[in-house]
Structure formats: C-alpha cells, structure tokens
C-alpha cells in the first residue's frame, strides 16, 4: 500500500499521521504539496490529515477543496483508489463532495480535546478488517466543528446502505447526527472521521487502540 | 499637520523628565515625531527593563549544559544527541484584562514566535494563568476568552498545549496574569542568533502586512490600570494563528538553508525593537526604507510603522546571493517577502518614508544610555507566627472542601479544550503527571517541563517564596524520573515605583537565586511584567517559573496514576506546616503566618533519592505535595489512577493538609517496600508507610470513614462546568 500525504497550509497533524503510516506499512509515506497537480506515480491511498487547512477562516475544509491538487483525488477516488480523511481532512472530503454531509460547530461550541470511545459498525473493509465487529475502541479527538449533519434522507440512506464507519460509543460530545463519527463512500474505499486514530499508536503515547486502523490498510 | 514635540508629548509616552533630556542630549536637537516613539518604546519598562536589570544580573545563568542564557530571544541548553531544548515565557497580563480572547492568543504566537526564530521547531506550550475572585462577573467573562484565546491559536498552529496552572486572588480582579511559554527543539549547530552582520546585507520583512494595531503596547504594559484602560483597546493585536503556522514553516525551510544571517520576530515595539536590537547587537547600522513594508492600511506613517505591533512578522538579515531562494521558500508559503533596508556601517537607525528622514539615531547611545534604576526598597516584614488552630474539622469534610475549591479542583473543563496531543509525541498529557512529558521525534529522549509559583507564600515571605517557586518545579520535574536542567522565570509584580513592591521584587530575586544555586538550575530565559496593579492595588508577587528536564529514556517517565495493590510511602520531613496553606483559607478563613520554608538540601536529598528510584524502577507512580497537602496529593492519586486507597497513618490536620515542602508520595510494589525504605533510611531521608492502593472503589481514611471514588470525582470536578453551565 502506497501512501500520499496532502499537505495544505495549515494542516498540523501530517507528522503524527506519518509516524502511524510508517509504524504499519513499514515505508515512507510520500508527502504531497497541495499546489501539485498530480499525485506520486502508483499512489494506492490518499491521505487528508488533520489541521486548520487556511485557517478554518472560510468554513473548515472548504478553501482546501479546491485547491490545485483536489482534481487529481477526484480522479483517484472516481478510479477507485482508496482516500482516508481525520478531522480536516474529513470536512475537506465533505466540501468536495467525496463524501456526504456537513461538520458543524460542536454543539456546546467549545473546542473538544479529549479521548472518545469508538464502535466499530463494520469490519469488512479495508480501513477496519483488523478489528472485531462491534469493538469498541478509544481514540483522542480534538476539533471545533466535528458535529456530523446531513438531511434526514441522506442518513436513511448511510444507514440503510452500511456506510456508517464509526459511531461516539460514550459520549457524544459534539452533537453529531445519530451519533456519527465516521463514514464510508458507497464502494467502501473512501473514508473520513473526525476523531485521530493516528494519535493512539504507540504504548508511550497512552495506547495502541488506533493502530488496527493503519494494520488493515497496510494488510490490504 | 505636525504635532508639536515637547514634554508633555513625551510624557504622554511614557518618558520622565529627566528621560526627555536625555534624549535631547543624544540627538542634539529636538527628537522627530518618529524618533520620540522609538526611544519611548526603547526605554519603556517592557523593553528596556530598567527597574529589574540591576536584580536580574544576581540571578545564575551558567551551568555545562547552558548553550545561550539570558539576552537571546529565548534562553537554549543542551540535552543531549545533538539537541537543544530551546524556551522561555513570556507574559502578556494588560492586553488580557482589556480583550481576553485576543490578548491571551497574541501572547500565546508572540512567545512561540521567539522560539521558533532561533531555530527550533515549537513541540510544547504551557501558561502560567492567574485570575480574580470567581464569584464576579467579570472574571468569569476574562477565564472564558483567556481559555478560548488560548486555545483558538495553538489549537490552530498545530502545537499541543500540555500544562500549566491556575489560581485565583482577589488581587487579580482588574489585572490577570497570563504567562506563556513555549519549548522547541533544534541541531545544537544550528541555532539561530539576532546580531546583524554584512555591510549591505538586505533587511528583510517576511510575514503578516503592518496595520495601526498595537502601537504603543509595550508603553500600555509598562503603566498600571485605571477605570480608563477599557480605552486602550485599539492598542491590543489581533491574533491569525494561520499566518503564524505559515510563518513557523516557512522559516524552519529556510532556516535548513545557509540563507539567513540573522533573524529576530518583531515582537513589543516591532519594527522598532526587532531593528534596534539585531543592529545593536551585531554593532553596526540599519537603514530602513519603510515605503516598502507590507501595509493592510493606507496612509500609515513613519511613526505608526514604526510602533505598530501587528503579529507574525519577522526580520531578516540575508545573504545577498541567497534572496531569490529566500523569496521563494517564503512565497511558497504564501507569505509577504520585502526588503525594506539594508546593513550599514554607520552606528546608526536611519529610517526613511516618502524620501523623507523620518529618524536618525545613534544606535549606541539609545542602548548605552537607556535608563537603569536601582529603585529604592524595602523589605517585607516576616509575618508573625500562626498560634494554635482549631483543627478539629473532620478530615473528609475538609478533603472534599477542599479539593472543590477554586484553587484545587480539576483543570480539566480548560484542558479539555486544548489540543494537547497533535504532533503525536505527548507521554503524559494534562493531570497524568507533574510535569507534561513530550517525546522528541526520532529519538528516545522525552523532556518534563513544567510552570510554578505560589504567590500567597511570596507576598507573605518573598524570600521564601521565591525559593519555593523554583524547588516546585524541580521537584515537579524529578517526580516524572526526569533530570532538571534549567528555568524560565517570567516576574510580574506590581509597580516597582513603590519601595515595597520592589522590595517583593528584589527579595524573591534572592530566593530564586539562592535554589537555582543550589539545584544547578541555572534561569536561561524570561520576562519581567511590572506596573500590574489596578487603581493602586497591586497583585500578589508572582515570580512563575517554567522548568524543563530531560529523560534519556522516554519510558522511563512515570505519572501519579498507580495500579492498585501497591505500597504507598511519603517521602520527606512533615511538620504539619499551615502557614498560608490552603486547609487555613479554605477550612478557617485566615491567609497569615509564615509560609513553609524550603530546605534546599533536603530538597536535592529527596529529589535525587526519588529520581534514582523511579530511573530504577522502584517507584511506579509518583506525586509531588504542594498546595493542599499529604491528603489532597492522595485523592488527585486516585482519582488519576480510578483506584481506591487504604491509608493507615495516623495524624492531625497539619499532617494531613499542612504544605510542608521537598516532599512526594511515591507507590511501590509490596516486596519492593522494605529494600526502598531501608535505603532511604541509608540517604537519611524519612519515608512512612501511609497506605495502599486497593480494587475498592474508595478512599479509607485512619478512622475508618470512606469517601467513594464517585463522590471524590464529583467534588473535584464540579466547580468550573457548574461556573460555565
């Protein structure tokens, strides 16, 4: 599994997300300027990592879509390759159309830093096939606008069609529609969730709970 | 139109008499416009720091380890494998009281800003936060947007706030204190100093566009308050965290290049500041050219660009051969590239606008004869004794007061919104540990780092107070199994005008002094905020110390939570002391007598002794007793840990509350009890058996009651969601 990296100004957690890739996969991710128009020759999955890409300053993730390296990931998902988005990099995925819905402002509008817990719907995927079904793991979260909104039509259909990824197991801190945390494309292969695996892959570091997340991709 | 320059302006700015002389004297002639502000700013208490020079100097500064001590933009030492920890803390107390959210996130880039200049990438932020009397209004309007300010600008440059501490006093109610500090890493050969150099090098402005803001704030920060300070508010920054992480990539780029010559942040006094000094220090001249600085307004003067305090700008002195490279890295970043002047040879500030000479100054004589004070003094007077107390308030009434109150309850509703774990190298986050312990990328090594003082006890004794201030961190630091290495200190104090508060002043400098001594804890860096009172009440003296250690080993750090069935033993001498002790203000009202004195050779004793035993692996968990006391550092043990404990040990309320110092409670497995108590009785230093962790869900006093782990919880958690409910 060969993996790319975006990097938008303002992102802050692709030196976490490199250490949980490189921890797994055992090689380099590549690291993609956001200005590129194309992405590494042979690039299986795409990375948005977290951060406050431009600064949040427009909507979170919404300058980010559109810039010059976006069309290149369209393209990569439209092919089917596989896309993973943590917390900017989800709302990024939403403002471009990847995936459905909004992030709004957290209900209790404060900035959220603490560990979640996390139920896994399914494990049939790519991104999960490490896990049990069902389990329940932790995983740090930290965002101002992680409250998962769509139309009731459109969480029928992520319901209906399984594409629910994760759901708030504990507490659902942010407010998010049926307690989502995370959510797939219709072909599985497009992922995005607010809270951060990638900060829960070491023992030093309080865990290993997010690590089955990096294992079943670099497995697949 | 032209302002007529004369004293009365100049006293608007905040010089003397004798001051305004001077100037005159130096230029030889009537100062400009322009010029008056430069030197105001120059010689204002903020900059020039002409009231504390004279007592800073007695403080230590040297140690092996020490790479660059105070006079750099942030102090850096040696830790090992070619690294530097590079960090200071910096107040930023008047703009908070006037706009909270945007005083506090400007003090938060400003501090992060002098570390990253010199090199090192930022891996960890702390503030030392003090606030009024919670039951007004006001406070809670100034907490609110100190934390969301706080958290709104490093949440967003990707930088994990880790630790701190927060109390409140009355003391505070018009002038809160908000100290930040920032740590960075950097190669120890490539560090990054401010002394211009090159004849006809490019003076280049990389950064945010200049507007009118803050002009005159480190003038604001150099007076004390009044009803009229709510005037001031154009006078406060405006934080963009966004171009501030643009910044702090874009230099570290550059920075991997043999561009730069010299880089300093504009930070109190800008343009001004950043220029004088990287001059000054390199001893040559400046001329600036300031139709070429990046403006947001239309119309700015000389003057206004000058004094302006916009944030997140730099100046650089670059190689001439290297500037389209340095464009280029800062372009890419998106960032504004100016040459606005270039090095001279003349000794001199020139500065030019519209082919105007708008100032022309000698640069030796405005840092030679900068004024320097050695204001008069007094000492305080030792408190009297306390006398005998009425201790007999039951001890788990007085616990879950106590750990509800104010001063000792949970952080966590402020750390909670705080991206404490981004950059994925936190060990031990907020309320795990003594100190935050954050690991260093691609290496084994961890630092401790650390922010205390307790400034009931220095307004009543100093001396001693300042002693404390910097065994707490330390002490802090070893409980984690970490090596301490050196401090900041970041001194806010009253105004120094008045022979006692400079006598706070002078005195604490001495105890600081007389501990960093000792501990080989050398200060590398800081920051003094005087003129902090509010219609002539000043705050309590609050020296706070920011400390950072060094484990060789990551996973050799422990925190306070333990397993249970584990041996619990309080290390140290206890005397009960309750002098200024939370236990007397809390349960009886009073906040008199003595505070506890530090023995710094116990102090070294103990910590050395816990240090070796926690690098052993004896101690599994470790916790420090300080405010509160013995009982209040179990209950924070529990609940940290989710465990119950049984105590055995028998005492009255001073052993249970009393703030004796040089102190832990450290909790060891049963065989290895008898082997860790028979050396410490070897070391000389006492260590009591007092309890154990248990699997009940409670904590067991001596005499039998118990408080359920659920009750502690909710006692220690209510206060701040209830305030902010």
Request: hydrophobic share 40%.
């Amino acid at each position: 599994m060969k993996a790319a990296i975006l990097l938008f100004p303002g992102i802050n957690r692709e030196r976490d997300m490199v250490l949980a890739v490189r921890q797994s996969f055992g090689h380099e991710p590549q690291i993609v300027w956001h200005k590129e128009t194309a992405l590494p020759p042979g690039t299986d999955l795409v990375i948005l990592p977290g951060g406050f890409s431009f600064g949040d300053y427009l909507r979170c993730g919404a300058m980010a879509a559109h810039s010059p390296i976006m069309p290149a990931v369209q393209a990569h998902a439209a092919r089917g390759g596989y896309v993973l988005g943590v917390c900017n990099g989800f709302q990024i995925l939403t403002e471009a159309g990847l995936l459905p819905g909004a992030l709004l402002r957290n209900a209790s509008l404060r900035f959220l830093s603490m560990d979640t817990m996390l139920k896994v719907e399914r494990a049939d995927t790519v991104f999960t096939s490490k896990w049990q079904p069902g389990a329940i793991f932790r995983a740090p979260m930290a965002h101002g606008d992680g409250n998962y909104t769509a139309d009731p039509a459109t969480l029928d259909r992520l319901e209906g069609e399984n594409l629910v990824a994760f759901r708030y197991a504990d507490e659902n801190r942010n407010g998010s529609a049926r307690s989502i945390a995370g959510i797939f494309s219709p072909n599985l292969r497009v992922l995005g969730l607010m809270p951060h695996p990638e900060n829960l892959v070491d023992p030093l570091m309080g865990g290993t709970d997010g690590k089955p997340l990096f294992d079943s991709l670099a497995a697949a | 139109m032209s302002t007529e320059i004369n004293f009365a302006l100049a006293k608007s700015f905040g010089l003397n008499e004798a001051e305004w002389s001077k100037v005159n004297e130096i230029m030889g002639r009537t100062p400009s416009l322009t010029e008056l502000g430069i030197f105001s700013v120059m010689w204002s208490e903020h900059c020039s720091y002409k009231s504390s020079r004279v007592w800073l100097k007695e403080l230590p500064t040297k140690a092996p380890w020490v790479i660059h001590g105070p006079g750099e933009n942030a102090g850096v030492i040696d830790i090992g494998d070619g690294l530097a920890a590079i960090f200071k803390m910096e107040s930023h107390n008047h703009p908070s009281f006037i706009e909270p959210y945007q005083g506090a996130a400007t003090g938060v880039g400003g501090i992060l800003r002098d570390v990253f200049t010199m090199g090192a990438r930022p891996i960890a932020n702390l503030n030392a936060l003090r606030f009024g009397d919670p039951s007004l209004p006001v406070t809670k309007r100034v907490v609110d947007g100190v934390v969301r300010g706080i958290g709104g600008y490093g949440n967003c440059v990707g930088v994990p706030t880790v630790g701190g501490e927060v109390n409140f006093h009355p003391s505070y109610n018009g002038n809160p204190l908000v100290n930040a500090m920032t740590v960075g890493i950097a190669k120890t050969d490539k560090i990054f100093l401010s002394a211009a150099a090159g004849i006809g090098n490019p003076v280049v402005y990389v950064g945010s566009k200049t507007g009118r803001d803050g002009i005159h704030g480190a003038t604001m920060a150099s007076t004390e308050f009044d009803a009229s300070s709510e005037e001031k508010r154009p006078t406060v920054q405006v934080g963009d965290p966004f171009t501030e992480k643009l910044l702090i990539e874009a230099c570290l780029e550059l920075m991997q290049t043999d561009a730069i010559v010299a880089i300093q942040d504009m930070g109190a006094a800008g343009l001004t500041s950043s220029s004088v000094e990287m001059a000054g220090k390199g001893g040559v001249g400046i001329e600036l050219i300031l139709d070429n600085v990046p403006q947001r307004e239309t119309g700015m003067t000389a003057y206004e660009m000058m004094l302006s305090e916009s944030q997140e700008r730099m100046l650089l002195i670059l190689k001439p051969e290297r500037r389209d490279m340095a464009r280029a890295i800062i372009e890419k970043w998106d960032l504004d590239y100016a040459e606005i002047g270039h090095i001279t040879d003349t000794g001199r500030i020139v500065v030019k606008h519209n082919g105007v000479t708008e100032a022309d100054i000698p640069l030796d004589p405005l840092a030679e004869a900068a004024p320097l004070y050695r204001r008069p003094w007094v000492e305080t007077p030792k408190p009297a004794p306390l006398g005998p107390l009425d201790l007999t308030t039951p001890l788990d009434q007085a616990l879950l007061t106590l750990i509800a109150s104010p001063d000792l309850c949970s952080r966590r509703w402020i750390f909670d919104q705080y991206d404490s774990t981004v950059g994925g190298q936190t060990v031990k986050r907020p309320a795990q540990a003594d100190a935050a312990i954050v690991r260093l990328e691609d290496s084994q090594r961890a630092l401790a780092i650390t922010t205390d003082v307790t400034p009931r006890y220095c307004v009543a004794d100093p001396f001693e107070g300042g002693k404390q201030a910097v065994a707490e961190t330390w002490r802090n630091i070893t409980a984690t199994g970490a090596k301490p290495l050196a401090i900041t200190d970041n001194m806010n104090f009253g105004n120094p005008e008045k022979p006692e508060i400079m006598g706070q002043f002078a005195t604490c400098i001495q105890g600081m002094k007389q501990a960093c001594e000792a501990l080989d804890y050398p200060v590398v860096s800081g920051n003094v905020s005087l003129y902090n009172e509010t219609e002539g009440r000043p705050i309590l003296p609050t020296p706070a110390i920011g400390g950072v250690g060094v484990l060789d080993n990551a996973a050799q750090a422990v925190g306070y939570a333990a397993a249970p069935g584990l041996e619990l033993v309080l290390i140290g001498e206890t005397h009960g002391h309750l002098g200024r002790s939370l236990y007397l203000r809390e349960i009886l009202g009073r906040e008199d007598g003595p505070p506890p004195p530090v023995d710094l050779a116990a102090e070294r004793r103990n910590g050395d002794f816990v240090r070796a035993q926690i690098q052993a692996g004896t101690i599994q968990a470790c916790h420090d007793i300080a405010d509160g006391g013995l009982l209040v550092a179990l209950a924070e043990i529990a609940l940290a840990s989710n465990t119950g404990l049984a105590l055995t040990a028998q005492g009255d309320g001073g052993f249970w509350f009393g703030e004796d110092q040089a102190r832990y409670v450290a909790a060891l497995a049963p065989a290895a009890l008898a082997g860790f108590q028979a050396a410490a009785q070897a070391a000389g230093i006492p260590a009591q058996h007092i309890g154990r962790t248990v699997t009940e869900n409670k904590l067991t006093l001596p005499n039998g009651i118990a408080i359920s782990l659920p009750q502690l919880r909710d006692a220690h958690e209510g206060f701040f969601p209830a305030w902010f409910a």
